[in-house]
C-alpha cells in the first residue's frame, strides 16, 4: 500500500526528510492553504503571500520531478480548514497505511500530528526536520546536566562541528567571538543595502490578489518583494554576500532611523521556510573571507547568528515546551499598546521601527530587541501579549524562534535560561545607536516631566520595581549602584513620570 507524505507550508527544504524515504512512483504528497493556519494569529499579509506563493512554488517543482502532489488552494467554503482535515480528507481518497510528515516547527502542530493515530486510524511516522544543522537529540545532550545553558558554549561546539571558520581545532583568528567589533553607529556611509527585490510572478500576483480580498491580514501588501523560489532565495544570499556581508558586522547594532535593512540579510524568511540551508548560507560567508571579500569580524559574526543562535534557540524551544510559552517570572499585568499595531506613537523610534514592520513584514534584529522588545520588557507587558505580536508581524515568525526570542531574550520571562540578564536600556542607549532621537517629539537628555523619553523613566522603574530579582546578578551591579545614587525626590519624580505612563501608555 501506499504511504502519504504531509509537506508543511515551512518546510519547502529540497532535503526533506520525507522526500528521502518515501518513493515517487507509489507514494503521494499533499500540501495545502489552511484557514486555520492562516489565521491562529493576525498574520502580516506578506507572511501568508509568501508562505502561499513559496508552496505553490515547490508543489509545481515536486510534480514536474514525478511526485504525485495533491494541492488544496486557499478555500474559505471548504470543510478542510486544518492540518487534521487536510489529512483525513486526502486518505478517504484513496489507499494509504501509513501518513509521514517531518517535525513540525510548531508545538500545537506537533499535538495535532500526535492525535492521529487514534482519531484518523492510520499508523504516523514524524521524521527529523533537516532544515537545521543539530539534531534534537544532539541539543538534549548538550544541555543535560548544565548548570547554564549559554548560546557561547553552544556555539562554539558548532563551530567545531562544522568545522566553519576553524584552523584544526582553533578558531580563525584566535578568538571565538568578535562581537566587541560589532558595535558602531552608522555614519551614514558606506551606502546601506537593500536586500535584493523580487518581481511578482504569475503565482505571486495571484496569491497577493486572494491575501488582499480574502484574508484579514496585519499591515501592508505592497512592497512585498520576498524570494519565493529557492532560485531567488540563492540569488538574494549572493547579493547579500556580495554588498552588505563586508559591512554586517560593523553595523549589526546600530539603529539608523532612515534605513530598514542596513547592512542586515534580510534572509531569515529563505531559512525558516527552507529555501536555503543553513550550511550553504555559512559557506557563501565563510567563502567570502578566504576570497577577502569580507573582514573577519563580519563573518564571524554572521556564522555565529546562523549556527549560534538560530540553532541554540530551537533548541532551547524543543527542550522547555510546553511550559516555556507559559512563563511569566516577572509576573508582568500590563497589555500590550494597541499603537504596537498600528504605529501611531509618537515615540520615534518605537514609530519607525512598527512602521517598518508593517511596510515589509521585517525589522533588524537591534529594532526587535532594543526598541519594540525593550519597550515591552521595561513596560511590562503580558509575555503571552508580546509573543503573539512578534509571531504575528514578521514574514519570519514561527513559533520555534519567535518565542525563545520574545519570551526568553527580550522578555525575561524564563527566569533567565536564555539571557543572563534583562535587555533593559534606557533611551541613551537608542541615542547612541543611531539617530532616531533627532527627530522624536520627546528629549532623550530628560528623564521627568512631560516631555522626558518614556524609556528614561520606565527604565529605572523597572529596576526599582524588580529589584529583589536582579541586585544580586553580578552583571546588573552598576545598574543598581546608579539606582542607589538617587536622592528620594529623583526618585519619587521617576516612579511618579512611570505612572503618568502605564496610565497614559495609548496616548504616548
Ligand atoms: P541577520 O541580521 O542578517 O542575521 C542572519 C541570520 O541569523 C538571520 O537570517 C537568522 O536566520 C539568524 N539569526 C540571527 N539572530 C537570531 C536569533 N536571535 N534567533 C534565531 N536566528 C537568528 N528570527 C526569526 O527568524 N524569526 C522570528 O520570529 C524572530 N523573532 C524574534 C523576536 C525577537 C523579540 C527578537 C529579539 C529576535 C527575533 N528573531 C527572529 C531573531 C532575529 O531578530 C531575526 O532572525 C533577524 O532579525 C532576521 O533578519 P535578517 O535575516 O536580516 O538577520
Ligand atoms: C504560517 C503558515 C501559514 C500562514 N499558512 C500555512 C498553510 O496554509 N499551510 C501550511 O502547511 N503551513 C502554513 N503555515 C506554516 C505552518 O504554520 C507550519 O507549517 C507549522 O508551523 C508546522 O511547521
Same mark, same amino acid.
Given at each position: 500500500?501506499?504511504?502519504?507524505?504531509?509537506?508543511?507550508?515551512?518546510?519547502?527544504?529540497?532535503?526533506?526528510?520525507?522526500?528521502?524515504?518515501?518513493?515517487?512512483?507509489?507514494?503521494? %504528497?499533499?500540501?495545502?492553504?489552511?484557514?486555520?493556519?492562516?489565521?491562529?494569529?493576525?498574520?502580516?499579509?506578506?507572511?501568508?503571500?509568501?508562505?502561499?506563493?513559496?508552496?505553490?512554488?515547490?508543489?509545481?517543482?515536486?510534480?514536474?520531478?514525478?511526485?504525485?502532489?495533491?494541492?488544496?488552494?486557499?478555500?474559505?467554503?471548504?470543510?478542510?480548514?486544518?492540518?487534521?482535515?487536510?489529512?483525513?480528507?486526502?486518505?478517504?481518497?484513496?489507499?494509504?497505511?501509513?501518513?509521514?510528515?517531518?517535525?513540525?516547527?510548531?508545538?500545537?502542530?506537533?499535538?495535532?500530528?500526535?492525535?492521529?493515530?487514534?482519531?484518523?486510524?492510520?499508523?504516523?511516522?514524524? %521524521?527529523?526536520? *533537516?532544515?537545521?544543522?543539530?539534531?534534537?537529540?544532539?541539543?538534549?545532550?548538550?544541555?543535560?546536566?548544565?548548570?547554564?545553558?549559554?548560546?557561547?558554549?553552544?556555539?562554539?561546539?558548532?563551530?567545531?562541528?562544522?568545522?566553519?571558520?576553524?584552523?584544526?581545532?582553533?578558531?580563525?583568528?584566535?578568538?571565538?567571538?568578535?562581537?566587541?567589533?560589532?558595535?558602531?553607529?552608522?555614519?551614514?556611509?558606506?551606502?546601506?543595502?537593500? =536586500?535584493?527585490?523580487?518581481?511578482?510572478?504569475?503565482?505571486?500576483?495571484?496569491?497577493?490578489?486572494?491575501?488582499?480580498?480574502?484574508?484579514?491580514?496585519?499591515?501592508?501588501?505592497?512592497?512585498?518583494?520576498? =524570494?519565493?523560489?529557492?532560485?531567488?532565495?540563492?540569488?538574494?544570499?549572493?547579493?547579500?554576500?556580495?554588498?552588505?556581508?563586508?559591512?554586517?558586522?560593523?553595523?549589526?547594532?546600530?539603529?539608523?532611523?532612515?534605513?530598514?535593512?542596513?547592512?542586515?540579510?534580510?534572509?531569515?524568511?529563505?531559512?525558516?521556510?527552507?529555501?536555503?540551508?543553513?550550511?550553504?548560507?555559512?559557506?557563501?560567508?565563510?567563502?567570502?573571507?578566504?576570497?577577502?571579500?569580507?573582514?573577519?569580524?563580519?563573518?564571524?559574526?554572521?556564522?555565529?547568528?546562523?549556527?549560534?543562535?538560530?540553532?541554540?534557540?530551537?533548541?532551547?524551544?524543543?527542550?522547555?515546551?510546553?511550559?516555556?510559552?507559559?512563563?511569566?517570572?516577572?509576573?508582568?499585568?500590563?497589555?500590550?499598546?494597541?499603537?504596537?499595531?498600528?504605529?501611531?506613537?509618537?515615540?520615534?523610534?518605537?514609530?519607525?521601527?512598527?512602521?517598518?514592520?508593517?511596510?515589509?513584514?521585517?525589522?533588524?534584529?537591534?529594532?526587535?530587541?532594543?526598541?519594540?522588545?525593550?519597550?515591552?520588557?521595561?513596560?511590562?507587558?503580558? =509575555?503571552?501579549?508580546?509573543?503573539?505580536?512578534?509571531?504575528?508581524?514578521?514574514?519570519?515568525?514561527?513559533?520555534?524562534?519567535?518565542?525563545?526570542?520574545?519570551?526568553?531574550?527580550?522578555?525575561?520571562?524564563?527566569?533567565?535560561?536564555?539571557?543572563?540578564?534583562?535587555?533593559?536600556?534606557?533611551?541613551?542607549?537608542?541615542?547612541?545607536?543611531?539617530?532616531?532621537?533627532? *527627530?522624536?517629539?520627546?528629549?532623550?537628555?530628560?528623564?521627568?516631566?512631560?516631555?522626558?523619553?518614556?524609556?528614561?523613566? %520606565?527604565?529605572?522603574?523597572?529596576?526599582?520595581?524588580?529589584?529583589?530579582?536582579?541586585?544580586?546578578?553580578?552583571?546588573?551591579?552598576?545598574?543598581?549602584?546608579?539606582?542607589?545614587?538617587?536622592?528620594?525626590?529623583?526618585?519619587?519624580?521617576?516612579?511618579?513620570?512611570?505612572?503618568?505612563?502605564?496610565?497614559?501608555?495609548?496616548?504616548?
Amino acid at each position: 500500500m501506499a504511504r502519504l507524505g504531509l509537506i508543511f507550508g515551512d518546510q519547502l527544504n529540497e532535503d526533506h526528510a520525507v522526500l528521502q524515504v518515501l518513493d515517487r512512483t507509489q507514494d503521494q %504528497l499533499v500540501m495545502g492553504e489552511l484557514a486555520a493556519e492562516a489565521s491562529y494569529v493576525n498574520h502580516h499579509g506578506q507572511k501568508i503571500a509568501l508562505i502561499f506563493s513559496a508552496m505553490r512554488h515547490v508543489a509545481d517543482e515536486l510534480a514536474e520531478q514525478g511526485w504525485t502532489v495533491t494541492y488544496r488552494c486557499f478555500d474559505t467554503s471548504s470543510s478542510v480548514q486544518t492540518f487534521t482535515d487536510l489529512v483525513e480528507q486526502t486518505l478517504k481518497q484513496a489507499d494509504f497505511d501509513e501518513v509521514v510528515v517531518s517535525w513540525p516547527g510548531e508545538w500545537r502542530v506537533l499535538e495535532e500530528i500526535r492525535g492521529w493515530e487514534k482519531k484518523l486510524g492510520v499508523a504516523v511516522t514524524v %521524521l527529523p526536520d *533537516s532544515r537545521f544543522l543539530n539534531p534534537l537529540e544532539e541539543f538534549e545532550r548538550w544541555a543535560d546536566g548544565r548548570k547554564q545553558l549559554r548560546m557561547e558554549f553552544f556555539y562554539r561546539e558548532m563551530r567545531r562541528r562544522t568545522g566553519l571558520l576553524m584552523d584544526k581545532d582553533q578558531p580563525v583568528g584566535g578568538q571565538w567571538n568578535f562581537d566587541a567589533d560589532n558595535r558602531k553607529r552608522w555614519p551614514g556611509e558606506p551606502q546601506a543595502v537593500h =536586500p535584493m527585490r523580487f518581481k511578482h510572478d504569475e503565482t505571486t500576483r495571484k496569491v497577493l490578489e486572494l491575501v488582499a480580498s480574502k484574508l484579514p491580514h496585519f499591515g501592508e501588501l505592497e512592497n512585498f518583494d520576498y =524570494p519565493v523560489t529557492r532560485t531567488q532565495a540563492r540569488r538574494a544570499l549572493a547579493h547579500f554576500v556580495d554588498r552588505a556581508l563586508p559591512y554586517f558586522g560593523d553595523f549589526q547594532d546600530a539603529l539608523p532611523d532612515q534605513e530598514d535593512y542596513l547592512f542586515h540579510s534580510r534572509l531569515s524568511s529563505s531559512l525558516n521556510l527552507g529555501l536555503l540551508t543553513p550550511m550553504e548560507v555559512c559557506r557563501a560567508a565563510e567563502q567570502a573571507w578566504k576570497e577577502d571579500k569580507a573582514p573577519l569580524n563580519a563573518v564571524e559574526g554572521f556564522i555565529r547568528q546562523v549556527i549560534g543562535w538560530r540553532e541554540y534557540i530551537r533548541g532551547i524551544y524543543w527542550l522547555k515546551m510546553p511550559e516555556y510559552a507559559e512563563l511569566n517570572d516577572l509576573n508582568n499585568d500590563q497589555p500590550l499598546p494597541d499603537w504596537y499595531w498600528s504605529g501611531k506613537t509618537r515615540m520615534r523610534c518605537l514609530a519607525q521601527a512598527i512602521g517598518a514592520t508593517r511596510r515589509n513584514a521585517y525589522a533588524h534584529h537591534i529594532q526587535r530587541l532594543m526598541v519594540t522588545g525593550n519597550f515591552a520588557l521595561i513596560l511590562g507587558v503580558v =509575555p503571552k501579549e508580546i509573543c503573539e505580536w512578534y509571531l504575528a508581524v514578521y514574514a519570519d515568525a514561527y513559533d520555534w524562534v519567535e518565542l525563545p526570542n520574545t519570551l526568553g531574550m527580550v522578555m525575561h520571562a524564563d527566569g533567565g535560561v536564555l539571557a543572563s540578564k534583562p535587555y533593559a536600556a534606557s533611551g541613551k542607549y537608542i541615542q547612541r545607536m543611531g539617530d532616531h532621537c533627532k *527627530s522624536c517629539c520627546y528629549k532623550v537628555s530628560e528623564t521627568v516631566g512631560e516631555a522626558a523619553c518614556p524609556f528614561n523613566a %520606565l527604565y529605572w522603574d523597572f529596576l526599582i520595581r524588580h529589584r529583589e530579582r536582579f541586585e544580586s546578578n553580578p552583571r546588573m551591579k552598576m545598574m543598581y549602584r546608579n539606582v542607589d545614587k538617587m536622592d528620594n525626590d529623583r526618585r519619587q519624580a521617576i516612579e511618579a513620570r512611570a505612572r503618568y505612563i502605564f496610565e497614559n501608555i495609548e496616548a504616548l
